[in-house]
C-alpha cells in the first residue's frame, strides 16, 4: 500500500468516526418519536452521509474496500442498535404519560343540561288536565288531508283552509299538520264516548315568523264527550275547565274567563276564549288565549257517531303563547333560537 493510500484510507477512518460521533450525540437530545425518526433517517437512511460512504467504497481498492467496508457497517451495525434502544426508552415514557393518574387532582364539573322550557310548561299543562281526568294522548305531525280539513268540516273549497296553509307533500295526499284538530277524529274513529283527551304535539304552518308566529309551534287540543243527555258536557263545564286551567296554569285564583262568539268550522258554537288576570301580563286586559266550542254534529258523524247522539266540547290553544304570558317572554323565536341565555333561565 502506498503512502498516499495510507493517508486516504486513515482519512476516511476518520470520516466514519465522525459520522458516528454526530449520530450519538443527535440521540442523546431526542423527546420525542418523531423527532427520532427524523434523526434515524439522518443517519442511516439512503441519502444519509454513512450511506453514501458505502456506495463510494466501490471506486476503492480491494484491500480498503474490505477494511473500511467492515468498519462502516460495524457502526452501521452499533447505530441501528442504539436508535433501537432509544425508540424503546421513548416509547416506555410515552405510555408513562399516558398512564399517569393525579388522583389529588381537582374534580372536572361536569356541567348537566335541564329540561327546555316549553317541555317544562307542557308538564305543567299536562298534570292540571290529568288532574281533571283527561287522558294524555299524541298523534301522528304527517296528516291526511281528510283528517287535517275535510272530516274537521273543512271541505276544499272552504275559506277557513286558506287561514291554514301548510307544507303538502309530494302527491298533496298528505300534509304537515296544521292543528292537533285531527287527532280529534283520530281518536273518535277508534272510542266511543264517554272520553276526555288532551293532545299535545308540533303543528306546522307557512307563514313568515315574527315575534309572536312561528312556522313551528306547539297546540294543545283538548275533546270531551259523552252520550247526549243530562249531564253531558256544555258551554258551562268547557268555561269551568278553562277558568280551572288557566286559574291554576297562572297561579292566579282571580282570573276571570270571557267567551267571543268566533268560527271554526269544526264546532258550533265556536269561541275564543279570552282571559283576564291579576298580575303580570294578564292585568287588566282582555286577551285572546284559545279557540273552542261544542263538536259539530257532522264531524260526529264523519267519525262514525249517529247524528244527534254525542254531545261535547273541544278547545285548542298554543304552548308557546302559554309559555310567553306566564313567564314575560316577548318573542316566540327565543324557544328555538338555541341562545343558553336565554334557556338557563329556566
Ligand atoms: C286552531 O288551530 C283550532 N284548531 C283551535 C280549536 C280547537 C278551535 C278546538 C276550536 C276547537 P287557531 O288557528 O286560532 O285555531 O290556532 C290556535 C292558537 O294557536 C291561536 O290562538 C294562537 O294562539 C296560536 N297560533 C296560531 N298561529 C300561530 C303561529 N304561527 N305561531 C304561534 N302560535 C300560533
Known amino acids: 500500500m502506498s503512502c498516499g493510500a495510507c493517508a486516504a484510507g486513515s482519512s476516511m477512518k476518520n470520516q466514519l468516526d465522525r459520522i458516528k460521533e454526530v449520530a450519538l450525540k443527535d440521540l442523546e437530545n431526542l423527546r420525542t ?6 434523526a434515524r433517517v439522518q443517519a442511516l437512511g439512503r441519502s444519509s452521509e454513512l450511506s453514501q460512504f458505502l456506495r463510494s467504497l466501490k471506486e476503492r481498492s480491494e484491500d480498503e474496500r ?5 468498519l462502516a457497517n460495524r457502526i452501521r451495525g452499533e447505530l441501528e442498535e442504539q436508535f433501537e434502544r432509544a425508540k424503546e426508552r421513548l416509547e416506555d415514557l410515552a405510555y408513562a404519560a399516558l398512564e ?3 388522583v389529588s387532582a381537582p374534580g372536572m364539573k361536569v356541567q348537566r343540561g335541564h329540561v327546555h322550557p316549553l317541555t317544562q310548561v307542557q308538564d305543567d299543562i299536562n298534570a292540571i288536565f290529568a288532574s281533571m281526568g283527561f287522558r294524555i294522548v299524541e298523534g301522528p305531525e304527517v296528516e291526511t288531508e281528510w283528517a287535517n280539513f275535510d272530516a274537521l268540516n273543512t271541505p276544499p273549497d272552504h275559506p277557513a283552509r286558506g287561514m291554514q296553509d301548510t307544507f303538502w307533500l309530494q302527491g298533496m295526499q298528505h300534509l304537515m299538520r296544521t292543528h292537533t284538530s285531527p287527532m280529534q277524529v283520530r281518536f273518535m274513529q277508534q272510542h266511543q264516548p264517554p272520553f276526555r283527551i288532551i293532545v299535545p304535539g308540533r303543528v306546522y304552518r307557512n307563514e313568515a315568523t315574527d315575534a309572536t308566529h312561528e312556522f313551528q309551534f306547539h297546540q294543545i287540543e283538548g275533546l270531551m264527550v259523552t252520550r247526549t243527555g243530562p249531564g253531558a258536557p256544555s258551554m258551562a263545564n268547557l268555561k269551568g275547565v278553562m277558568e280551572h286551567f288557566y286559574q291554576r296554569f297562572f297561579r292566579d285564583p282571580n282570573i276571570e274567563v270571557r267567551f267571543n262568539a268566533s268560527y271554526f268550522p269544526f264546532v258550533e ?3 275564543e276564549v279570552y282571559i283576564k288576570g291579576s298580575s303580570g301580563k294578564l292585568a287588566g ?8 266550542g261544542m263538536v259539530h254534529q257532522n264531524v260526529f ?7 244527534g247522539e254525542m254531545q261535547g ?3 285548542g290553544m298554543a304552548l308557546e303563547r302559554m309559555a310567553m304570558l306566564k313567564y314575560k317572554i316577548d318573542d316566540i323565536r327565543l324557544f328555538n333560537g338555541g341562545d343558553l341565555r336565554f334557556l338557563r333561565q329556566f
Open 313 to 315: 266540547f273541544a278547545f
Open 301 to 307: 258523524e264523519h267519525v262514525g257517531y249517529v247524528r
Open 33 to 38: 418519536l418523531a423527532e427520532l425518526e427524523t
Open 269 to 271: 258554537p265556536g269561541v
Open 100 to 102: 399517569k393518574l393525579d
Open 285 to 292: 286586559k282582555w286577551l285572546e288565549v284559545a279557540g273552542a
Open 66 to 70: 474490505r477494511e473500511l467496508g467492515a
